[in-house]
């Protein structure tokens, strides 16, 4: 059973920082390439960020590029996403997402490649 829990989520000033955490269970993580995706209200669900399975490969939307930072702790099966110089339009529930893929697909940024998704954890900007 796959499991996902995200946390670290929560309210931040315009240009403060956040990081996001995901625990994600042994059988799946170390195994398989892990995104992040964001849904605001109202919004289709996005890419945000992909990492490979050893942390070597990483892809980021281009609205988060040079700001945002993905990277991974097979040893403690944890997901990370580092947020930084938050903006207006970053508020949403994000999600992590393993891919159950052995390499880095293509479609990485298609939510559709990611079968499991986490319960989200809300990220909320004021200005």
């Known amino acids: 059973q796959v499991q996902l829990e995200e946390s670290g989520g929560g309210l931040v000033q315009a240009g403060g920082s956040l990081r996001l955490s995901c625990a994600a269970s042994g059988r799946i993580f170390s195994n398989y390439p892990m995104g992040w995706f964001r849904q605001a209200p109202g919004k289709e669900r996005e890419f945000v960020a992909a990492i490979s399975r050893g942390g070597t490969l990483v892809y980021y939307a281009d609205s988060v590029k040079g700001r945002f930072t993905i990277s991974r702790d097979n040893a403690k099966n944890i997901l990370y996403l580092q947020m930084n110089s938050q903006k207006a339009e970053d508020p949403a529930l994000y999600y992590c997402?393993?891919?159950?893929?052995?390499?880095?697909?293509?479609?990485?940024?298609?939510?559709?490649?990611?079968?499991?998704w986490g319960q989200g954890n809300q990220v909320t900007v004021s200005s």
């Open positions: 997402a393993p891919t159950l893929r052995m390499t880095m697909s293509s479609s990485y940024y298609r939510a559709d490649e990611y079968p499991y």
